[in-house]
């Protein structure tokens, strides 16, 4: 009883000095890897880097701790970062404030959606995503996670457009007048160290030598280079005009979120009093403030844009004194550093006294020294609400990972998983990292083979990595602060390389073709739909589901007839001649409400092609099931059959389903002399009662009858044969 409420205990059975080591040199590789990847993906979710960390020093160590599998590697994953940042795009500006504390919440939800299926041992819900959908859904993701990054590795800055290709498109613009030459060489220099040792020394983490490199380039050649001035040392009226622009139209979004703020309070008020017509008149207002909203979101993006798109020339003059020029305007005095500058824009107004100056590329910079407070993050229903449908799919999305990745190594090592345990280890660990100021986190496929790889024999692997990363927010966040911003791009992209799985498709569509039009159809939409991820995913299951409820109401129903090799086989598949009195007839389902009347209609359009027909068999070996509608629908049919003068019997139905029917005692209105056990027979004994000698002489059903007979006839011999 106690290790079901805490598995970790039996890691400790027959448990040695030499796999202890083993599991803290797996826990400190692990980390090595960890560390990097983790402040990529937070940027990739829209966070500071530094919350990648914040992910990387609790879940690992409580989804071990209460999960089944022992090497699976929890933290921060690419899908579940991109989707995290879909989901809060709609509600805040990526990086900012209310963004950081959403994301926390965020997690907080899919903890406990994560840990409510497992409580109540719900994990089978998972498989309402289908195989086809995930592959779509995931190459989609890769390709959009890759493209991200390309405004990092091209040092460009562009604003997020209503469509993901919009943006990228819109990047790739930029690039070809605004690129930053050592950003791209830095991170085509991260790409080259990561492949290359991949190829030349797999063992050694590429991604750990590629971060070491680069950052001691970036500190030793300055690559961070930005300058902090007042609006003086800007010798453009134009540009200084366009800044008091894109502050003015700020402070104007302020003014009018506050009074939408109070126009929603006065609402509610005027609902509690039931006082219609002031509810109506708040309802028009905020309409009104958000249209004005949205109009001046727009002119900011625009002043963004043209704020970005100027280019300057750093001068210093005789007292000291810098003064920025417009690249190609006006006369410059003193020395010109050849560097090229840009106005950092972001999503605040622009102190006119503290206005940055960006001549380098961008790097990590400060990351706080120590442990995040651990809080409880704030509840907000509202927010709650408008982030529950994501909080689902990306804990469905997010299990399905880990599950996947545990079975894969479960397989390896013959341990045994519990799935409903382990979402329960993901849940808590995503509940407890929200305290801990982690966003949303799953199973690694990368790290988790890193873990097997270097010999992890327990979960305590993952409570080093969580060691190790604790120590690294104490004592070494400073030997970060010089890591460029391309690398942790391209660390991203190496890692979602390995996501795009075109073979996926090709596989879905031999299986079924409809399985390979529905992945091809979510990959199609989940790119079509970026950043809204949500609207492709739904539209993959919707289309699963509907295709499921389609193939459930319009199951298979076959005519039989003997093949050469003497089994029952499809007339139609196999181009077969049916006997020209009896049918036999083959259901492939269960027989329920949704598809009762499906049987009929078929029986019917057989009775209707074959006037000869005198005795219909419905094979019952593909009927699993049968409700009560099921039940009605066969009883009619038999009445129905038999008065228009033909015969009906059952052979192979099933124990279940003869309970149901034994029950409603159809066996005595059907006739027990019409409910057979095999096919041969049911055949058999029917054959003799619709042919008389001088009809049908080559009956293709006349080869069953012969081996019944032989079987019989060795039978009483006492001799032993199979059918």
């Known amino acids: ?52 960390l914040y992910a990387s020093f609790l879940p690992p160590m409580v989804a071990a701790l209460f999960g089944s599998s022992r090497q699976l590697a929890t933290g921060p994953v690419a899908v579940v970062s991109l989707m995290t940042a879909a989901s809060l795009e709609p509600l805040a500006t990526a990086g900012s404030g209310p963004f950081i504390a959403y994301a926390v919440l965020l997690a907080l939800m899919v903890g406990l959606f994560q840990l409510s299926l497992g409580v109540f041992r719900l994990g089978l819900v998972v498989n309402f995503i289908s195989h086809p959908v995930v592959n779509g859904f995931t190459n989609a993701a890769a390709i959009i996670i890759a493209s991200s990054q390309l405004s990092k590795m091209f040092g460009v800055y562009v604003n997020s457009s209503e469509h993901h290709y919009e943006t990228i498109m819109n990047v790739v613009s930029s690039a070809f007048h605004y690129t930053h030459w050592p950003t791209l060489l830095i991170g085509i220099l991260a790409f080259a160290v990561i492949y290359g040792l991949k190829w030349l020394s797999p063992k050694l983490p590429g991604v750990l030598v590629a971060v070491m490199l680069t950052t001691i380039i970036s500190w030793g050649v300055g690559f961070e280079h930005n300058r902090t001035v007042s609006m003086s040392a800007i010798e453009s009226p134009e540009v200084r005009n366009e800044i008091k622009a894109f502050n003015r139209e700020f402070n104007k979004i302020t003014e009018m979120t506050e009074k939408r703020t109070h126009v929603t309070e006065a609402r509610e008020e005027a609902a509690e009093k039931e006082k219609t017509s002031e509810v109506l008149a708040a309802e028009h207002q905020a309409r009104v403030l958000n249209y004005n909203i949205r109009q001046y979101k727009h002119m900011i993006q625009e002043e963004r844009k043209k704020l970005r798109s100027y280019l300057f020339k750093k001068v210093e003059l005789p007292d000291s004194s810098l003064r920025f020029l417009v690249s190609g305007k006006g006369e410059e005095a003193g020395g010109d550093d050849g560097r090229i500058w840009r106005i950092k824009v972001g999503s605040k107004p622009i102190d006119p006294e503290n206005i940055v100056m960006i001549g380098g590329g961008a790097v990590v910079g400060n990351i ?49 998983l519990d799935p409903n345990q382990e979402l329960i280890g993901q849940g808590l660990a995503n509940i407890l990292g929200s305290v801990g100021k982690s966003y949303p986190v799953s199973g690694s496929f990368s790290r988790s083979a890193v873990n097997l790889q270097a010999g992890a024999i327990s979960g305590l692997s993952s409570v080093f990595t969580s060691l190790m990363v604790i120590i690294v927010l104490f004592f070494f966040t400073p030997l970060l602060f010089h890591l460029p911003h391309s690398v942790l791009a391209a660390i991203i992209m190496s890692a979602v390389i390995g996501l795009i799985n075109v073979s996926g498709f090709i596989h879905a569509w031999k299986a079924q073709w409809y399985d390979g039009a529905i992945s091809i159809i979510t990959f199609v939409a989940t790119l079509g739909f970026a950043p809204h ?27 039989l007839a003997r093949a050469e090799n003497q089994a029952l086989r499809c007339v139609v598949t196999y181009n077969l001649k049916e006997c020209e009195y009896i049918s036999m007839v083959r259901f492939d389902g269960p027989l329920f409400f949704a598809n009762a009347s499906y049987l009929e209609d078929k029986i019917m359009d057989i009775m209707n092609e074959r006037k000869n027909l005198k005795h219909i068999i419905i094979v019952s070996n593909g009927i699993n099931d049968i409700d009560a509608s099921g039940e009605e629908a066969l009883s009619l049919l038999v009445d129905r059959v038999r008065s228009a ?6 052979s192979g139905v099933n124990e279940s389903v003869m309970k149901v ?6 066996p005595e209105k059907l006739g027990e002399d019409h409910l057979f056990p095999t096919m041969e027979q049911a055949i058999c ?21 012969k081996n019944i007979g032989k079987v019989e006839k060795n039978i009483e011999r006492g001799v032993k044969c199979q059918l």
């Open 533 to 559: 991820l949500d609207k492709g995913i739904t539209i993959g299951v919707v289309l699963s589901i509907g295709v499921f409820l389609y193939k459930s109401m319009r199951p298979k129903v076959v005519a």
């Open 1 to 52: 009883m106690l290790q079901k409420f805490f598995p970790f205990i039996g890691w400790f059975k027959n448990y040695s000095m030499t796999k202890f080591r083993l599991d803290a040199v797996s826990g400190l590789t692990v980390a090595l890897v960890l560390i990097p990847q983790s402040m990529a993906y937070a940027q990739l979710a829209g966070l500071p880097a530094y919350y990648g």
């Open 368 to 416: 706080p020294k120590g442990l995040p407070t651990l809080s409880f993050p704030e509840i907000d229903l509202k927010v709650m609400i408008h982030l529950l449908p994501y909080a689902v799919i990306i804990s469905l999305l997010g299990f399905m990972e880990a599950i996947s990745i545990a079975k894969a190594m479960a397989a390896k090592t013959g341990q045994r």
């Open 661 to 666: 029917l034994s029950r409603t005692h159809f």
């Open 685 to 705: 004994a029917i054959h003799k009662k619709t042919h008389r000698p001088d009809e049908e002489k080559k009956c293709p059903l006349m080869s069953v009858c």
């Open 645 to 650: 003068g033909i015969d009906i019997s059952l």
